[in-house]
Structures are given as structure tokens and as C-alpha cells.
């Protein structure tokens, strides 16, 4: 593919583009059927609700207390269609940082069950976590193997749902602190610095600008363009 900017090509995984995808018929799902569908943060309640509704699926979640280094949350998929999201109860000191740990990690184990393909599948969660803490990037666009991937894809995508990329310019001018938008999205400051980070931000919207018919453009131009 082309990016207007340059006449360069940028390829990327098809499945960048597929997850992409799903969280605009997510997003668009929850816009159609939710009384305020808009609001900010982002429901999990109707994201949750938007992913079993598309997807004949039950999700039942829950807290857990154990320790882990790198472990936050899991989730375990059954042939009935029901599904158990699992969250480490302690995330953070800070309490609030610690909800929104809860928040994000729920959804990205509940984005799993949306973008998932039957080859991303794995009952060895603790191999595809030791192949995640060698990767470094986007193993979206990097070739990677297909669990690691998904975890990747899965972290993307609930970055995209939570902080919606319609409202990343007009943060980026607003001069608000990362700590600040974290409290207004109720996320992690981890999911703000990286979703306004020049490369996420050119990734996405050379992203979303391909799924709206606009073309690769954008990909050398300023971040908060």
C-alpha cells in the first residue's frame, strides 16, 4: 500500500487492519443500540454487552487475588459460548490507577473474543507470555507468531476503544498532562503516552484512513495533524 505522503510503501498485517475493523463494528454497535452511547470514559458494561450481543457469546468476569510480575489478566473460552475474564485484583498502588487497570485489561481479554481467529487460539498461556516479553513494536507489523500476535492486536485494539483516536488531536492541543487524560478516559497512563505516541498515532490513522476509504496518507506528517 501506498502512503500519500511520501509514495513510499508501508506494508502491514492483514490482521492490523481486520482488528481495526472490529473495533469500529463494535464502536458502531454500541452507537446504534446504547442509550448514551458517546459517553466519556467508555462503558466496559456496553462494550461487553456490544461483544456478546454480535457474537452470541456470555462473558462473565471477575476479579482474582494473586501475585504476578507479568501476569494481569487472563481470559478462558468455552465451546458453549461462554467466556471467563479473570483481572489480578492489585495492579497499582494508587487506587485509581488501579481501576483503571481493571477497566483496560478487561477489555482487552474481552477484545480477544471479538478479533480472535481459531489460529490465534492457545491453552499454553504461559508460553505465548514468554514469547510476549521478548517481542518489542507492533507484531502487527511484524511477523510474529499467531498467539503473540493476537495479544498484540488485542492490546491495540482495546487502546482504540477506551481512547478513542477522534479525540487524541484535540488532547494533544489542549496541553492536558498524560496523568490528566488518564483520569478524564479513566485508563491507564501507560494507554494515553502510548496511544499519543508519534508512532501509534501514525500507525492509527494511517489505519483508519484506509478502513474510510481515505488512503494510506498521513504517515509521514505531524502526529497531531
Given at each position: 500500500m501506498?502512503?500519500?505522503?511520501?509514495?513510499?510503501?508501508?506494508?502491514?498485517?492483514?490482521?492490523?487492519?481486520?482488528?481495526?475493523?472490529?473495533?469500529?463494528?463494535?464502536?458502531?454497535?454500541?452507537?446504534?443500540?446504547?442509550?448514551?452511547?458517546?459517553?466519556?470514559?467508555?462503558?466496559?458494561?456496553?462494550?461487553?454487552?456490544?461483544?456478546?450481543?454480535?457474537?452470541?457469546?456470555?462473558?462473565?468476569?471477575?476479579?482474582?487475588?494473586?501475585?504476578?510480575?507479568?501476569?494481569?489478566?487472563?481470559?478462558?473460552?468455552?465451546?458453549?459460548?461462554?467466556?471467563?475474564?479473570?483481572?489480578?485484583?492489585?495492579?497499582?498502588?494508587?487506587?485509581?490507577?488501579?481501576?483503571?487497570?481493571?477497566?483496560?485489561?478487561?477489555?482487552?481479554?474481552?477484545?480477544?473474543?471479538?478479533?480472535?481467529?481459531?489460529?490465534?487460539?492457545?491453552?499454553?498461556?504461559?508460553?505465548?507470555?514468554?514469547?510476549?516479553?521478548?517481542e518489542n513494536g507492533y507484531s502487527g507489523i511484524n511477523k510474529v507468531m499467531s498467539e503473540t500476535q493476537s495479544e498484540h492486536l488485542a492490546e491495540i485494539a482495546a487502546i482504540e476503544l477506551l481512547y478513542p483516536f477522534e479525540f487524541r488531536a484535540s488532547d494533544i492541543a489542549s496541553g492536558k498532562s498524560v496523568m490528566q487524560l488518564s483520569h478524564e478516559y479513566q485508563v491507564p497512563p501507560y494507554v494515553i503516552a502510548r496511544a499519543l505516541s508519534p508512532n501509534h498515532m501514525k500507525m492509527a490513522r494511517a489505519v483508519w484512513n484506509e478502513i474510510r476509504g481515505h488512503g494510506l496518507g498521513g504517515l509521514g506528517s505531524s502526529p497531531t495533524g
Open positions: 501506498t502512503d500519500a505522503s511520501h509514495g513510499t510503501s508501508w506494508v502491514y498485517s492483514e490482521k492490523l487492519e481486520y482488528a481495526f475493523r472490529k473495533v469500529r463494528d463494535i464502536q458502531e454497535f454500541v452507537r446504534t443500540y446504547v442509550i448514551s452511547p458517546d459517553k466519556i470514559p467508555v462503558s466496559i458494561e456496553d462494550v461487553q454487552w456490544a461483544v456478546e450481543q454480535k457474537y452470541g457469546l456470555k462473558i462473565r468476569k471477575e476479579l482474582v487475588d494473586f501475585e504476578a510480575q507479568h501476569i494481569r489478566g487472563m481470559m478462558e473460552r468455552y465451546e458453549d459460548g461462554t467466556a471467563n475474564v479473570f483481572v489480578r485484583e492489585y495492579q497499582d498502588a494508587n487506587k485509581d490507577i488501579n481501576l483503571y487497570w481493571h477497566r483496560f485489561i478487561t477489555l482487552k481479554e474481552i477484545v480477544h473474543l471479538g478479533i480472535d481467529e481459531k489460529e490465534d487460539w492457545n491453552p499454553d498461556g504461559c508460553f505465548t507470555l514468554d514469547e510476549l516479553i521478548k
